[in-house]
């Protein structure tokens, strides 16, 4: 099945990522599992990958891609789209670069077509973990930290450079430094989260939202029941004779937004991309407008009880 895709603007060469990408953390990781899944994927339909330091899942990641292209499932790296993201151990001047080098070693590839900041903050430099000892944390260059995403990108290392988790007041102080601007801000969406100012200021300055966690990332440690649980999703599923999840996809992508889903069964994964040959209706929309708006991921503290709890709320805010 063939998946839609958008340019992005501010790429290299004018690169064009599929609307809907598979993505790979897990709670607990079993490289063998993940591998095999991909190269399901892979047979489904899914191009679009999306990984990061943090989930440990570039190797295996890689370890599919090469299988695939031996397989013959797809004729060159060309046809897929490999998202790969900066821990914030990692996000300082002097070691973006070799952290995009190290995730590189570990997917095979010479280049990403994506290579995101995954959260507005720095952090000691040391070992990748979540959650931060609060000790560890520290403020965020962003002039510095985005010059070596570009840096990056000029460099062919990456395709295109994005960030992760920005507000609208983030965005706005990378955006008055930088050279080339971030092609998409990956952020939890969903009809449960709608972020529609956050959408309407990215689609002002040609920024892509891509919505992780699209269907709460229900049984995930971050996770959330609310968006599989919402009646209101379930009674438009039930009456158009769809899944709750396919119309919670439908909706991001009638949004104009790109979207991460992760199902390792084959069944599920053919589901999540059949959301192309139909359409919600004035009615539908009406009846999501009125759901009650709550973020899944502010309930769980970024750093480790050392001290305070710091929230991700708190993050996004600029608290921290």
């Known amino acids: 099945m063939e998946i839609p895709s958008v340019v992005l603007s501010s790429s290299d060469g004018s690169r064009s990522m599929p609307l809907i990408g598979m993505g790979t953390a897990v709670h607990v990781l079993d490289e063998q599992e993940l591998k095999s899944a991909v190269i399901k994927a892979i047979k489904v339909g899914y191009r679009n990958f999306d990984s990061a330091k943090l989930y440990r899942s570039e190797k295996p990641l890689g370890e599919a891609i090469a299988e695939a292209l031996k397989l013959g499932l797809?004729?060159?790296?060309?046809?897929?789209?490999?998202?790969?993201?900066?821990?914030?151990?990692?996000?300082?001047?002097?070691?973006?670069?070799?952290?995009?080098?190290?995730?590189?070693?570990?997917l095979q590839l010479e280049y990403v077509d994506q290579y995101l900041i995954h959260w507005p903050i720095s952090a000691k430099p040391g070992i990748c973990k979540f959650p931060i000892d609060k000790e560890e944390l520290l403020?965020?260059?962003?002039?510095?930290?985005?010059a070596a995403m570009e840096d990056c990108q000029r460099?062919?290392?990456?395709?295109?450079?994005?960030?992760?988790?920005?507000?609208?007041?983030?965005?706005?102080?990378?955006?008055?430094?930088?050279t080339i601007p971030p092609s998409v801000n990956q952020v939890e969406l969903s009809p449960v989260w709608q972020q529609k100012k956050l959408r309407e200021f990215c689609e002002a300055k040609g920024i892509i939202v891509v919505a992780?966690?699209?269907?709460?990332?229900?049984?995930?440690?971050?996770?959330?029941?609310?968006?599989?649980?919402?009646?209101?999703?379930?009674?438009?599923?039930?009456?158009?004779?769809k899944t709750l999840a396919q119309v919670s996809l439908r909706w991001i992508y009638e949004q104009g937004a790109g979207l991460v889903v992760r199902s390792f069964k084959e069944e599920r994964m053919k589901e999540n991309i059949s959301i192309f040959d139909w359409s919600l209706s004035k009615e539908d929309y009406d009846k999501i407008n009125q759901i009650k708006q709550q973020r899944g991921m502010p309930k769980m503290a970024f750093v480790s009880p050392n001290g305070p709890y710091k929230s991700l709320q708190q993050l996004w805010d600029g608290e921290i």
């Open 74 to 106: 797809v004729q060159s790296r060309d046809e897929l789209f490999i998202a790969t993201k900066l821990w914030c151990t990692d996000a300082h001047r002097d070691l973006v670069v070799p952290a995009l080098h190290q995730s590189l070693k570990n």
């Open 139 to 146: 403020p965020m260059d962003f002039r510095s930290v985005w």
């Open 155 to 178: 460099l062919g290392l990456t395709k295109s450079i994005g960030v992760c988790n920005f507000s609208c007041a983030k965005l706005e102080t990378l955006l008055a430094h930088a």
């Open 212 to 241: 992780y966690s699209p269907l709460g990332a229900k049984g995930m440690r971050w996770g959330t029941n609310q968006v599989m649980d919402c009646q209101v999703l379930k009674e438009i599923a039930e009456a158009r004779g």
